[in-house]
C-alpha cells in the first residue's frame, strides 16, 4: 500500500538521504512520511512540509490518504 | 460560497490563534487534530477552534485559501504556522512559544480562554 506515495516521494526528492513511509494502522490510509533531504536545508518547517504536500498532492485530493503525519529534516 | 470563505478569512485574520480542526475542543474527532490542540494548550495560546466537519464546503474554501491541504490547521495573527506535526514540533523546542509571544505580545496567555467559533 505504501508503494506508489514512494514511487512519488522518490521522484520529488531524488537525492534524499533518508525516506520512510509507514502505513500506521495496517489500513492503507493513515501514513507517516519521513524525509530528510537537502531540499529541506534552510528552509523554515512549513515550506519543507509544504513540499512534501506538494508530492503527495493527488492522493492527498483524491483521498487515498486520510490521514498524513510528516517528519523532515534537512541534511545540513 | 464567497460568504464562507469570507467568514474563514476574517476568522483567520481576526482570530489571534486560529485552529481549523475535525470537530471541536470538547469533542475531537482526529488523531491530528487532537495533538494541534494540545500542543496549543501547553503553550497556553488563547485557542479560537472552528470545526470544518459540519459542511465539506468549509474545508475547500480553507485550503483554497491557505493553500494547505490538510486538517488541522494552525494560524497566529493570520499566518499559517502549519499543522500538527509542526505545531509539536515548534511546541518541544519552544518555538511555539516565541512566536505567540513575538506576535501577541508576552502576555498572551491571559489573553482569553478557549472558544469555538461557528462558519456558515
Not at chain 2, 460568504?3 to 491530528?32: H, S, W, Y
Request: hydrophobic share 40%; glycine share 8%; net charge negative.
Amino acid at each position: 500500500m505504501t508503494e506508489p506515495l514512494q514511487t512519488l516521494l522518490e521522484r520529488a526528492f531524488p537525492d534524499a538521504a533518508e525516506l520512510r513511509i509507514e502505513d500506521r494502522t495496517g489500513g492503507g490510509d493513515h501514513f507517516q512520511v519521513t524525509v530528510h533531504s537537502p531540499r529541506f536545508n534552510g528552509l523554515p518547517l512549513l515550506e519543507q512540509h509544504r513540499l512534501v504536500n506538494d508530492a503527495l498532492a493527488e492522493p492527498l485530493q483524491n483521498g487515498t490518504i486520510h490521514e498524513l503525519r510528516i517528519t523532515t529534516r534537512g541534511t545540513e | 460560497m464567497s460568504n464562507l470563505r469570507e467568514q474563514i478569512q476574517g476568522v483567520i485574520e481576526n482570530e489571534p490563534v486560529a485552529l481549523f480542526m475535525k470537530g471541536t475542543p470538547q469533542f475531537v474527532m482526529c488523531g491530528n487534530s487532537e495533538r494541534a490542540l494540545q500542543a496549543l494548550r501547553a503553550a497556553g495560546a488563547p485557542v479560537t477552534a472552528v470545526d470544518i466537519l459540519p459542511d465539506p464546503a468549509i474545508r475547500q474554501e480553507l485550503s483554497a485559501l491557505s493553500g494547505w491541504p490538510t486538517i488541522p490547521q494552525v494560524f497566529v495573527k493570520g499566518e499559517l504556522i502549519g499543522g500538527a506535526d509542526i505545531v509539536e514540533e515548534l511546541a518541544a523546542t519552544g518555538a511555539l512559544e516565541e512566536k505567540l509571544e513575538a506576535s501577541l505580545g508576552s502576555d498572551y496567555r491571559s489573553a482569553r480562554s478557549e472558544q469555538v467559533v461557528p462558519v456558515a
